[in-house]
């Protein structure tokens, strides 16, 4: 974890990196750009979980699918996933294949989504009831994919819908990994609302969010002494987001989106470029930009 001493130093500058960029010109290239599209809070979770659930792979290969979806569902898909059956969700959803994911995995998702609704109110208490069980941050996580899992009928669903496929990767309850998706989804909800994050789970803490750990957060998070782990468990994900309480104990999630988005803008390479790291500004605390001539 990242020592008092750095984190004096580092602070100052990354909290410059994040607040001297209008990074909002990188919304485009990410998936929170369907969580825009809306204002109702319930139709903003609705998109966001959804969006969220379905982006992996390449955003050019996930994009046009999510965006299929929700233009299905109408102007409202929170009023959508309240009213749907599987079997209405069939001209939605017939032919749907993206990668692991078959139409009864979007189905559950979809279907238990509704069910949270009717009985929470909302996806932020069923957050909220997962949080109140006393269970780690880890097992709230997977206690919340297990509810809108279980939500659904899925004996229902198969039989309108097809056999799953791909559920265990839409939707992990144990899982090794740093459950990215669901993290950066819960960033969504909670940070804000500002010009990336929308904010509209006011119940949840800022505090208690983990980084949405991915191949270019750790890597950057390794050059910048964040961590020394260099896989992407969620052991990893708790030591880098420890060493950012240590810049910001409330907010520490803040500089996420800019991280990311300067990796995978090509601005922070994987193979580190002079050029580029020669008009890094974080390049003084880079324990690889350094050394590149």
């Known amino acids: 974890m990242l020592s008092a001493e750095r984190a004096a130093r ?55 699918k999510i965006a299929a979806l929700l233009g299905g569902m109408g102007r409202s898909p929170a009023e959508f996933v309240h009213d749907a059956s599987p079997r209405s969700l069939r001209p939605l959803l017939g032919g749907f294949v ?3 994911s078959l139409p009864a ?7 238990g989504m509704g069910q949270a609704l009717r ?3 909302s996806l932020e208490g069923a957050f909220l009831a997962e949080v109140a069980t006393g269970a780690s ?11 809108i899992r279980d939500g659904a ?24 990994g740093a459950a990215k998706r ?31 750990l991915d191949t270019h957060v750790g890597r950057i998070a390794r050059w910048l002494g964040l961590t020394a782990r260099k896989d992407l468990s969620w052991k990893t994900a708790e030591e880098v987001t420890a ?36 008009r890094c500004p974080l390049k003084a605390v880079c324990s690889v930009g350094r050394r590149v001539r």
Do not use: Q
């Not at 607040?19 to 139709?43: L, S």
């Not at 004996?155 to 992990?172: D, E, K, M, Y």
């Not at 409330?250 to 390479?269: N, R």
């Open 137 to 147: 941050p880890k097992d709230v996580r997977a206690g919340f994919a297990r509810a």
């Open 182 to 212: 669901l993290n950066l989804y819960l960033r969504w909800m909670v940070r804000g609302p500002d010009a990336v994050d929308l904010g509209v789970w006011k119940r949840v803490p800022k505090a208690s969010l983990i980084i949405p």
């Open 153 to 176: 009928p899925r004996g229902p669903i198969v039989r309108a819908l097809g056999p799953t496929r791909g559920l265990a990767h839409l939707l992990p309850v144990a899982s090794g």
């Open 243 to 278: 060493s950012l309480r240590r810049l910001d104990a409330e907010d520490p999630t803040k500089y996420d989106f800019a991280l990311c988005h300067y990796g995978m803008s090509g601005a922070c390479p994987v193979v580190p470029r002079g050029e580029n790291c020669r």
């Open 10 to 64: 580092l602070k100052p500058l990354l909290d410059h990196f994040v607040d001297g960029r209008a990074w909002t010109e990188r919304i485009a290239a990410d998936p929170v750009e369907f969580a825009h599209r809306y204002t109702a809070p319930r139709d903003v979770e609705v998109a966001g979980l959804l969006a969220a659930s379905l982006a992996y792979g390449r955003a050019s290969f996930f994009k046009p």
């Open 98 to 100: 993206y990668r692991f």
């Open 119 to 121: 009985t929470h109110g």
């Open 105 to 111: 995995d979007v189905g559950v998702l979809l279907l």
